[in-house]
């Protein structure tokens, strides 16, 4: 694992930030390629792209001030400190400000919605898949302990240093895991794309199959950095998850039965 790609003096250019923004621009890349199919204008949509990603970085970092509140109310000042700013913060974060942010401004284009946040679906899926390499890398996101004979140990001081990463101990390779269900979940979103039926379709299915993958691979996580809850039982961000379920399947109810994408896209509101 290779927390830093590489170190010229005091800059270090980690490989987090290197991934999580490769995935990033194909996603937003991947949207602005698809627009045109959808009825939508690329260049609109690169710039709710755009909104889009700043919303989610402020967004991943406002869930973890308040998920550690306890820590930052004592130290105020850290929230500025260049450490917070550099920490990646929480996917459901950004995910929350990301799609607050692309819904606000199709609206204030006078764009589909729902087919706004399809089109944002499949690359944000790709992200995440690149992302989580990123993670891998680094060493955060760590999994629990484990024997199974593909755990992977961390040897590398920089990733204990920055996420606190257990050193020499097999661990279970959360990331790799879940940047798999990703990158297939990226697949199936993209031929889904091809063949939807109804105008909010694709993002439903996102929230459902991302919904039940984070869900389960949070028993894998080791990672103190998800909120627990009920005594380490079960996580904040499992209970995110079954939320993340419940929208997928509100959509799928609310307008799959009624709506179908062969009618003009503007109506589809």
């Given at each position: ?181 990703d990158f297939l979940i990226f697949v199936f979103l993209v031929r889904l794309a091809k063949h939807q039926r109804f105008a909010g379709e694709v993002f439903a299915a996102y929230a459902i199959l ?41 959509i799928f109810a609310q307008f799959g039965p009624r709506k179908k994408l062969t009618e003009v896209p503007s109506k589809l509101l």
């Amino acid at each position: 694992m290779y927390p830093v790609l590489f170190a010229w003096g005091s800059f270090k250019l980690y490989a987090y930030g290197v991934l999580v923004a490769v995935g990033v621009l194909l996603g937003l890349l991947l949207a602005r390629k698809r627009a045109a199919a959808l009825g939508l204008d690329p260049d609109r949509i690169w710039n709710l792209g755009v909104y889009g990603i700043l919303a989610a970085l402020v967004g991943a970092k406002l869930w973890l001030i308040l998920a550690e509140w306890q820590h930052y109310s004592r130290h105020f000042g850290e929230i500025f400190s260049v450490r917070t700013l550099l920490t990646g913060g929480t996917f459901y974060g950004s995910l929350a400000g990301g799609t607050l942010a692309l819904t606000l401004g199709a609206w204030s284009y006078k764009l589909n919605r729902k087919l706004v946040l399809d089109l944002f679906a499949p690359g944000t899926a790709l992200g995440q898949a690149i992302g989580r390499l990123g993670c891998f890398a680094a060493g955060c996101c760590y999994g629990k302990p484990t024997g199974v004979p593909w755990g992977v140990t961390f040897t590398n001081p920089i990733a204990f240093q920055i996420a606190g990463t257990p050193l020499g101990i097999p661990l279970h390779p959360a990331q790799l895991y879940e940047s798999g269900c990703d990158f297939l979940i990226f697949v199936f979103l993209v031929r889904l794309a091809k063949h939807q039926r109804f105008a909010g379709e694709v993002f439903a299915a996102y929230a459902i199959l991302y919904g039940v993958v984070r869900g389960i691979i949070e028993f894998f996580r080791g990672d103190p950095d998800r909120t627990l809850l009920a005594g380490g039982a079960f996580s904040l961000m499992q209970v995110a998850s079954l939320f993340l379920i419940g929208v997928g399947f509100w959509i799928f109810a609310q307008f799959g039965p009624r709506k179908k994408l062969t009618e003009v896209p503007s109506k589809l509101l």
